[in-house]
């Protein structure tokens, strides 16, 4: 991991851009990730990010315990975000990804965060699914409109595949 630079006001950041980050000598994060990074204003690693991306884009399993606004967030999405640019394109009602908060304001807040990462693969649908609403409205824009990225809560992400049997998870890791 890089040391952090003294001339850098935010502590919490490496020398290590995003940019920057590789496995075996090729880049890990594609040009339409970096420049949704970039157009968010984010352009050097945290600890947690520079220690963990490199891992997790390579299928690894990575545990992390980090303070508030330590970077986890971005740590898991860029990876999760990256493996699913490589993958074939999902079918509509085929599910490639669940993230799983324990709170429906926790889980809003990672949704609102990937959204723009996210829009860089053209062929996924993220959907949030949280406690609140009724269970039909959600079942029903999933079989409108289709979902490969669950971001949700236990109690509803739970209900959502009691109900939706249309949607395919076969091919989730």
């Known amino acids: 991991m890089a ?10 950041l490496t020398t290590t851009r995003f ?8 880049p890990l994060l594609s040009q339409p990730l970096l420049q949704a990074i970039s157009a968010a204003g984010f352009e050097f690693c945290t600890p947690v990010q520079a220690a963990t991306i490199p891992w997790l884009c390579t299928h690894k399993d990575v545990a992390v315990d980090a303070a508030t606004g330590s970077g986890k967030t971005l740590a898991f999405l860029l990876p999760l975000v990256e493996i699913l ?3 074939a394109p999902p079918k509509p009602h085929q599910v490639v990804g669940v993230v799983i908060s324990p709170t429906r304001e926790l889980a809003l807040q990672i949704f609102k965060v990937a959204e723009p990462f996210i829009a860089t693969l053209s062929n996924v649908r993220p959907m949030l699914l949280v406690g609140g609403a009724e269970v039909k409205a959600d079942t029903t824009k999933i079989e409108e409109e289709g979902a490969n990225l669950l971001i949700g809560t236990p109690g509803r992400l739970s209900d959502i595949m009691e109900h939706m ?7 989730l890791e």
């Open 19 to 26: 940019s920057e980050l590789e496995f075996e000598l090729e």
């Open 165 to 171: 049997k249309m949607l395919d998870f076969r091919n």
């Open 3 to 12: 040391a952090v630079e003294d001339n850098n006001p935010n502590k919490a």
């Open 85 to 87: 640019r490589r993958a």
